[in-house]
């Protein structure tokens, strides 16, 4: 092992207010789930949201235990009941396509394109088409991943979404301060998912949050989250709840983090920008980026791509030595469709994103990531 400083793949970054928030909630004896850092995170994230004044504009934020919480009650929420289908995007973290079947649906996987490397809008239709064909309803609902915070094709997706009338559940978990045509994503479904997870582009250390378009959604979903208690003086329940709603302790370290999210974002994108720089000479590396000015990626992860007819280096042989010179990479997603848990249900594409899983690493990518940071990695790639 180096004797060098390790550098992790991406990690937390305080703002030194956080600790503000979360004394007041000791000194207030806030220390059980819900309580005013809740409500000041949901707010806060809403004004984030929110492009405009126009009041179709606005969207409501529900903070919960967990971005895999919020798909599960995004999922419920849209009347999503056991033998439904529900198509997902293939490339994609597991807890995407879990919630499918926490609710006894069937996943639908869709191959990505290679632009954004998010759901193919062809192979979108191609399945819905499908689908309906062979089982005679249409799908319940359409999760769409922007994958390491680039957006998806929002315009073409939605297009078909509607064409279909089939709702979109926008998977935004990497994805907080990416825009697509200037509109931040998480704003772009019927509802959309954030995580705050301890790696993300900020955190609340464990977290999540369920972006919703109304606020009777909104209040839905707070009903579901806290156990679908009754508002009665003594305990009734008449629905099936859970425990998903997130700490007034954690909320307090997201209300922190709020305040330099935009410092993050536009770190990360740096970040990126240094990275090609230093790799594009590099026969056979490409690093990820913006497809054209339409797509503005918060750059959660920076990821290459390497091209095996112009190098003989292979992710896992970078992987292998970047550990040995104490840094942390990480493999690309592998596609749920070619996980062992999901491999009976269908999936609609041509390859594209296992040749990606085959051939991508995500590089080092935190706000503190220095400039020699990235020289060291850039030389350690280039020797190989």
Same mark, same amino acid.
């Given at each position: ?11 937390? %970054? ?10 007041? $909630? ?32 606005? =969207?409501? $934020? *529900? $903070? ?7 798909? @599960? ?6 009347? +999503?009941?056991?033998?439904?289908? *529900?198509?997902?995007?293939? #490339? ?33 239709? =191609? ?18 991943? @922007? ?45 959309? +998912?954030? &995580? ?37 003086? #003594?305990? !009734? %329940? ?38 090609? !720089? ?10 990820? &980026? ?34 040995? /010179? ?10 749920? %469709? ?5 491999? /009976? ?40």
């Amino acid at each position: 092992m180096s004797s060098k400083n390790r550098i992790f793949l991406s990690p937390p %970054h305080l703002s030194g207010k956080e600790m503000l928030y979360i004394q007041e $909630a000791f000194d207030e004896n806030w220390i059980a789930p819900l309580g005013p850092n809740v409500t000041g995170f949901e707010e806060s994230l809403e004004l984030y949201l929110k492009k405009s004044s126009n009041k179709e504009d606005y =969207k409501y $934020a *529900v $903070a919960l235990s967990s971005g895999t919480a919020a798909i @599960h009650l995004g999922l419920l929420l849209l009347d +999503v009941k056991p033998g439904d289908e *529900v198509i997902c995007q293939s #490339f994609t973290f597991i807890a995407t396509a879990n919630p499918i079947r926490y609710l006894g649906a069937n996943p639908v996987f869709v191959d990505s394109e290679r632009d954004t490397w998010n759901m193919s809008p062809y192979f979108l239709e =191609k399945a819905i088409q499908d689908r309906i064909s062979k089982t005679r309803k249409k799908p319940k609902a359409i999760i769409l991943v @922007h994958l390491y915070g680039m957006p998806a094709k929002i315009d073409e997706i939605t297009q078909i979404a509607s064409k279909y009338e089939i709702p979109i559940l926008e998977d935004a978990a990497e994805a907080l301060g990416s825009e697509y045509v200037g509109k931040r994503c998480g704003t772009f479904g019927e509802f959309a +998912v954030l &995580s705050f997870n301890g790696n993300k582009i900020i955190t609340t250390s464990g977290g999540g949050a369920l972006v919703c378009s109304t606020r009777e959604q909104a209040e839905k979903a707070k009903y579901y989250a806290t156990q679908s208690r009754e508002n009665k003086p #003594f305990y !009734q %329940h008449i629905e099936v709840g859970y425990n998903y709603r997130m700490s007034n302790i954690c909320a307090g370290i997201g209300r922190g983090q709020m305040s330099i999210l935009d410092q993050h974002v536009l770190r990360c994108r740096k970040i990126n920008k240094i990275y090609d !720089q230093y790799l594009s000479n590099i026969p056979g590396i490409k690093v990820y &980026s913006n497809t054209n000015e339409k797509f503005n990626s918060n750059y959660w992860l920076t990821c290459i791509l390497i091209d095996y007819k112009l190098s003989d280096l292979t992710p896992e042989k970078i992987r292998l030595t970047m550990e040995k /010179e104490n840094i942390e990479t990480r493999l690309l997603w592998k596609p749920m %469709h070619l996980q062992p848990v999901f491999s /009976e249900y269908p999936f609609y594409g041509d390859g594209t994103s296992e040749s990606f899983f085959k051939k991508g690493l995500c590089l080092p990518s935190g706000y503190t990531l220095s400039q020699p940071d990235i020289e060291r990695i850039a030389y350690i790639i280039k020797t190989i």
